[in-house]
């Protein structure tokens, strides 16, 4: 920073930059440099030809954005009798009502010094002044009209040049300098041109605190959310703890459950020895439980149950009919069922499925000399 014409103010404004944004696309640049309170010389800047001058900003950092006065005229109004909130809401949807049918249209109110300031821009400027600041490598906190640099006079013109824009301001406007405009609106209390150690420091005001901010509503600032400022190795490493947590945790579980299982199974085995002394494990306990039980004609492998199981398979199906049927000790049930087609067939073999009963067929189905479908069929017990 350029020591003689650095500008600095007690309150100290917080370090970053001040950019002046051009009134066409592809125009030049002007921008300041803030350090410790001071305002450093105004420089320039031309986006296609170089690279950003202001390097790399330094955390904390902060980005004002000066938007051109003649796209962004603000208008001035003595505070409405309601809260400044209330004041400000509808401040910015009267402006958004007045573009209703042309461009679409952005509004931003404020209230500054006691005054409700109001500006309407369009937003596809919105959109280019934030692209060109992105593609500089800027997200800036505020987007300020430049015209606002100058002070409300209480009467007459305030007028100054900012870079190589004239800015102009009124008790009741703040606009771009033209001289037709100036012209037009100077009343009997003249015109007073801006020094420029006064402008500096009201660049440095604007900095501190904005008056009108027109981030506002859909363009306002996103928050930065928990991960944002983490950077690329950072994440991996928490997403690396995270799988490792994860796995941690299902090992426990599956230790936990496999532990629980094995304790069930000594439980079900110590129970069949109390009644069967020659089980050794839970298949040869359960072998030794199905044989007593189908001496006794009870439980699943026995004939009752399978049979049971086919006929009401059968019956919703009347045209089948079985030829011979047999059991052995093992609990299966054979049978050969026949039909006049082999869809009548297949309706028991999925009726005995559904109900959970194992079946086995042939390959493919056979007919009689009668032109009956015949197939032998096993069912038992799962």
Not at 101 to 121: M, Q, W
Not at 323 to 345: H, K, N, W
Request: charged fraction near 20%; include cysteine; hydrophobic fraction near 50%.
């Amino acid at each position: 920073m350029d020591a003689a014409s650095a500008f600095s103010v007690p309150d100290g404004p917080p370090d970053g930059l001040i950019v002046l944004l051009p009134a066409r696309s592809g125009g030049g640049w002007r921008w300041w440099r803030v350090e410790q309170g001071g305002l450093g010389r105004e420089r320039s800047f031309m986006v296609d030809a170089e690279t950003a001058p202001w390097g790399r900003l330094a955390e904390g950092n902060v980005v004002t954005a000066l938007v051109p006065a003649a796209r962004a005229p603000v208008r001035d109004h003595p505070m409405p009798d309601m809260p400044p909130a209330q004041a400000i809401a509808a401040a910015r949807l009267e402006a958004e009502a007045q573009g209703i049918g042309s461009a679409r249209r952005h509004a931003a109110a404020a209230r500054a010094e006691g005054r409700l300031l109001c500006v309407t821009v369009d937003a596809d400027d919105m959109d280019r002044w934030l692209a060109e600041l992105a593609e500089a490598g800027l997200d800036a906190a505020a987007l300020v009209p430049a015209a606002l640099v100058l002070p409300r006079p209480d009467a007459g013109m305030v007028v100054a040049e900012l870079g190589d824009e004239p800015l102009a301001r009124t008790p009741a406007a703040a606009f771009a300098g033209e001289p037709a405009l100036i012209g037009l609106l100077a009343d009997g209390a003249g015109t007073v041109a801006l020094a420029a150690e006064t402008l500096d420091a009201r660049l440095l005001a604007i900095h501190r605190a904005p008056p009108v901010n027109l981030r506002q509503g859909v363009y306002a600032p996103r928050a930065p959310g928990f991960l944002s400022g983490m950077q690329g190795g950072q994440l991996a490493r928490m997403a690396a703890v995270v799988a490792l947590l994860v796995l941690v945790l299902m090992l426990v579980w599956i230790a936990k459950w496999e532990l629980a299982a094995s304790a069930r199974e000594r439980d079900a085995l110590a129970l069949a020895q109390r009644r069967f002394p020659a089980a050794s494990d839970l298949d040869s306990a359960e072998r030794l439980v199905a044989a007593d039980m189908a001496k006794r004609g009870q439980g699943a492998a026995n004939f009752t149950a399978p049979m049971a199981a086919v006929l009401a398979a059968m019956q919703p199906v009347p045209s089948i009919r079985l030829r011979d049927l047999g059991y052995s000790a093992d609990g299966t049930l054979r049978f050969t069922a026949a039909a006049p087609r082999a869809e009548d067939v297949n309706a028991v073999l999925i009726a005995l499925q559904n109900a959970g009963w194992k079946v086995t067929v042939p390959p493919s189905l056979a007919s009689d000399p009668t032109g009956a479908t015949v197939v032998a069929i096993t069912v038992r017990a799962p």
